[in-house]
Structures are given as C-alpha cells and as structure tokens.
C-alpha cells in the first residue's frame, strides 16, 4: 500500500495568505465597488527593462532558426552568465570559481531544495520572524516536532528572536545547531545585517562546524556602502556559508524565473570531505533539475551587462522611493516603523501593540488598505505589520492618501 509524506500533516495550514484573501472578500461582498489599495504584496510590478527585453527576443529568435537552436545547456548553468556572476562579486572583492556557482529557475526552488543535501538529524535554526520557505521545507524533511497551534512554532526548530531590542537582527544561537538560515536584508523585517553581525554567525559556524544558508535575494536593495551584500565579505564565510539569491528582485524575474546559488569548494560539515558538498549540490541538481529556461538565461545575462545593471539600479531606485514615500506616509501619522531604507519592506509596530490581524482589519475597512500581518511570519511577528513597497507609484499613492485621510490613530 501506497503512503504519503505524513509530515505534509505537521505543516501548519497555510494560513496567512488564503486568510488575507478571505477576508478581503469579506470586505469587499459588505462594500462592493470600494477599491482596495494594496501594499501587502513581495511580488514586482515594473516591466522588464530595455536591455532584458532585448534580450529576451534575441533568444527566442535564435530558438526560431535551426543553425541557431539550443536544447539543453550546461549542466551548472550556462557558462557565460556564470562568468558575468563572478564578475559581479568580483567587484566586491569575492573570488569564486565557475563550479562553485548554479544556476536555478529562483531562489525560492535553491532556498527549499538546499536542505536535501544534509542529513536528517541535523538541527534546524531560524530568524523568527521568516519567510515561511526555510521552516517548511524543514518540515517536510523531517526535521521537526509537531506544530504548536497556540505558540505559531514547531518543536525540534530554534527560533532566533528578531524584535526592536536587536534591531530585528539576532545572536547567534546558544544551542548547538546545524543548519542556520539568515536573510538579509530581511524579508519580512526590512533589516539588514553589518560586517559585525554576519562575522559572528560565520565564527558560530566556524566553531560549531554548521552551516549558514544566507539568502540575499534582496542584496540589490542595500544603498548604504558600509553594509555586506554578500556572506562573502565575511571573512572564513567560504568554510560554512551557502549563498542563495536571484534576479527576481534585481532584475523583475519573479515571472520569468532566474536564481543561483553558491556553494565554496572550501565548504565542509563535520563527516564531509573539502569539496564534497559542492559535489551534493552539483549531483542534487543534476539528478532532479535539468536547468534554468535558456531564454531567461539570456536575461540574466543582459541584468548584468553594464546597460542592464544601470536599468536594473534605476528600477530599484524607482521601488525604493515607494519606500521612502510609505515611511514619510507613517512618519505623518506617528507610527513606529523598521526598515525600508535598504530593503522593500517596512516593518511596522501596530499602534498600542494591536495584535496583527485586529490592526490588518482596522486598516482595511478605514483605509482600504491591505498588508501582511507580522503574525503570519512567526510567533514574534505578533504586533507588527509589512507593508511592501512594490507596486506603481500612482496606486501607492493613493493607498498613502487613503491612510493620511482616513486612519484613525
Ligand atoms: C522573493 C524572495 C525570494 C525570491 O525567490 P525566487 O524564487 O527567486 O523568485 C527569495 N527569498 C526571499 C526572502 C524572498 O522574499
């Protein structure tokens, strides 16, 4: 007999989005016609650029004509975009070999996959609160208890507490654990992690022999100089740290599908050969993925061209002024808020610590305006709220106008 993954079972009803739909319907059956502003989404809205767009057409062309046609590439990625990412961190000082890099359809498929290459037993930490990503797949695995309904976490996992006290950014565990998942900047929180910060999980991992998986989907977003981009410019991260990112946010590839990741051929766990988890990676992804489209390939190609990278800055530029225009928006109105400055999201305290979901609905029926509860990242998201700073600037307008008017604090 035929059984299923019972740990499926474990996950916690994916809950937070489908309830944000449900009641916005609500909403919308009690006010039909009242149109809703939406500043909840972490989902790009600008078109491709110039460059890209080229690009793109220029590969599909090629598709078209027998002497030009391609099927499947190289293994790792196509071999060119790997060179243009390696110049990319080169320019911050990172020196990676071609192998050391894969090429993905995004970092969402990197950032799940990559827990497949370590053992079952391994323990799991995580930012709370985090992009869900990192503890289901987690949980899917095997690494986990059961799902504490009252608490919003899973026994078996160790949390790392983000709040106001560390700036959204937290210490190293105290336990021993395995595996460590770090975002920064931060989805949701906005925060951004220093050299100091980084350099004392890469010395955690270092002196526990574990692994960081640092996501920096959003490095792109980071304007202030002094800030890492990279796990990379941490000195000894290439011993213990994983890099995943993506041309989603860089670039406007949420639909078109382009990530890597990094794995240093220097990189080693406790029973591993050097060079044998680049190896796990490299077999992982050959056995159960036959590579990124081509086409998006060619994309990813053009973002980091010169042209590209100005188009790709100006269009991050244009994201980042959203942000800038909600934080003055919630300055106006007094609300405590976090981040948006390096990063798209703005991570708010909700006035006399309203739980989320209670302040998700006050914003809805007096603004007609829609966020994400901190709540439905993790047990200490409770009392804050991320608004997203993708979107067009004339609807982030009017929701702005919409809260100025109409919010009663
Ligand atoms: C959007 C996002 C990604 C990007 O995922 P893709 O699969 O490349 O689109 C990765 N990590 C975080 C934290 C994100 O918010």
Same mark, same amino acid.
């Given at each position: 007999?035929?059984?299923?993954?019972?740990n499926?079972r474990?996950?916690?009803?994916?809950?937070l989005f489908?309830?944000?739909?449900?009641?916005m319907?609500?909403f919308?059956q009690?006010?039909?016609?009242k149109?809703?502003?939406?500043l909840?989404i972490?989902?790009t809205?600008?078109p491709?650029?110039p460059?890209v767009?080229?690009?793109?057409?220029?590969?599909v062309?090629?598709?078209?004509?027998a002497?030009?046609?391609?099927?499947?590439?190289?293994?790792?990625?196509?071999?060119?975009?790997?060179?243009?990412?390696?110049l990319?961190?080169s320019?911050?000082?990172i020196?990676?070999?071609l192998n050391?890099?894969?090429?993905?359809?995004? #970092?969402?498929?990197?950032?799940g996959?990559?827990?497949s290459?370590?053992?079952?037993?391994n323990?799991?930490?995580?930012?709370?609160? #985090?992009?869900?990503?990192?503890?289901?797949?987690n949980?899917?695995?095997? %690494?986990?208890?059961y799902?504490n309904?009252?608490?919003?976490?899973y026994?078996?996992?160790?949390?790392?507490?983000?709040n106001?006290d560390?700036?959204?950014i937290?210490?190293?565990?105290?336990?021993?654990?395995?595996?460590v998942?770090?975002?920064?900047?931060?989805n949701?929180?906005?925060?951004?992690?220093?050299?100091?910060?980084?350099?004392?999980?890469?010395?955690?991992?270092?002196?526990?022999?574990?692994?960081?998986?640092?996501d920096?989907?959003y490095?792109?977003y980071?304007?202030d100089?002094d800030?890492?981009?990279?796990?990379?410019?941490?000195?000894?991260?290439?011993?213990c740290?994983?890099?995943?990112?993506?041309?989603?946010?860089? #670039?406007?590839f949420?639909?078109? %599908?382009?990530?890597?990741?990094?794995?240093p051929?220097?990189?080693?766990?406790e029973?591993s #050969?050097?060079g044998?988890?680049?190896r796990?990676?490299?077999?992982?992804q050959t056995t159960?993925?036959?590579?990124?489209?081509?086409?998006a390939?060619r994309?990813?190609?053009?973002?980091l061209?010169e042209?590209?990278?100005?188009?790709?800055?100006?269009?991050?530029d244009?994201y980042?002024?959203?942000a800038?225009?909600?934080?003055e928006?919630?300055?106006?109105l007094?609300?405590?808020?976090?981040g948006?400055?390096n990063?798209?999201?703005?991570?708010?305290?909700?006035?006399?610590?309203?739980?989320?979901?209670?302040?998700?609905?006050?914003?809805?029926?007096e603004?007609?305006v829609v966020?994400?509860?901190?709540?439905?990242?993790?047990?200490?998201?409770?009392?804050?709220?991320?608004?997203?700073a993708?979107?067009?600037?004339?609807d982030?307008?009017?929701?702005?106008?919409s809260?100025?008017?109409?919010?009663?604090?």
């Amino acid at each position: 007999m035929a059984k299923i993954n019972v740990n499926y079972r474990k996950l916690s009803a994916g809950y937070l989005f489908p309830e944000i739909g449900r009641r916005m319907r609500l909403f919308q059956q009690k006010y039909p016609g009242k149109k809703i502003h939406r500043l909840g989404i972490g989902n790009t809205t600008e078109p491709l650029t110039p460059a890209v767009v080229s690009a793109l057409r220029e590969a599909v062309d090629k598709l078209s004509d027998a002497a030009t046609y391609t099927g499947y590439g190289d293994e790792q990625g196509n071999e060119d975009l790997r060179r243009a990412l390696a110049l990319f961190y080169s320019r911050r000082g990172i020196s990676l070999d071609l192998n050391e890099i894969f090429i993905s359809d995004g #970092a969402k498929p990197d950032a799940g996959n990559i827990q497949s290459i370590f053992g079952i037993d391994n323990r799991v930490a995580v930012q709370d609160p #985090a992009y869900p990503v990192y503890v289901d797949t987690n949980v899917i695995a095997g %690494r986990s208890g059961y799902y504490n309904p009252g608490v919003g976490n899973y026994d078996g996992f160790v949390y790392m507490i983000c709040n106001r006290d560390n700036n959204f950014i937290p210490d190293p565990p105290v336990e021993d654990v395995d595996l460590v998942y770090l975002c920064s900047p931060n989805n949701p929180t906005g925060a951004v992690a220093n050299h100091l910060e980084l350099q004392k999980f890469v010395n955690y991992a270092r002196e526990h022999r574990s692994i960081l998986i640092f996501d920096a989907a959003y490095a792109e977003y980071i304007s202030d100089p002094d800030l890492p981009r990279s796990i990379y410019e941490i000195e000894g991260a290439k011993e213990c740290a994983i890099e995943i990112n993506s041309f989603s946010k860089l #670039a406007g590839f949420t639909g078109v %599908r382009l990530g890597w990741s990094v794995v240093p051929e220097e990189l080693v766990v406790e029973d591993s #050969a050097p060079g044998e988890v680049n190896r796990l990676w490299f077999r992982r992804q050959t056995t159960f993925f036959n590579g990124a489209s081509n086409i998006a390939q060619r994309g990813g190609l053009a973002v980091l061209s010169e042209k590209g990278r100005k188009e790709c800055a100006a269009l991050i530029d244009y994201y980042m002024e959203n942000a800038r225009l909600i934080g003055e928006a919630l300055d106006t109105l007094g609300l405590n808020y976090y981040g948006g400055v390096n990063a798209p999201y703005l991570w708010l305290e909700t006035p006399q610590k309203m739980p989320s979901w209670d302040f998700f609905d006050k914003l809805l029926y007096e603004a007609q305006v829609v966020g994400t509860p901190g709540s439905g990242f993790g047990p200490s998201g409770e009392g804050y709220f991320r608004l997203s700073a993708f979107g067009h600037r004339p609807d982030i307008e009017e929701a702005i106008k919409s809260m100025l008017n109409r919010l009663k604090l």
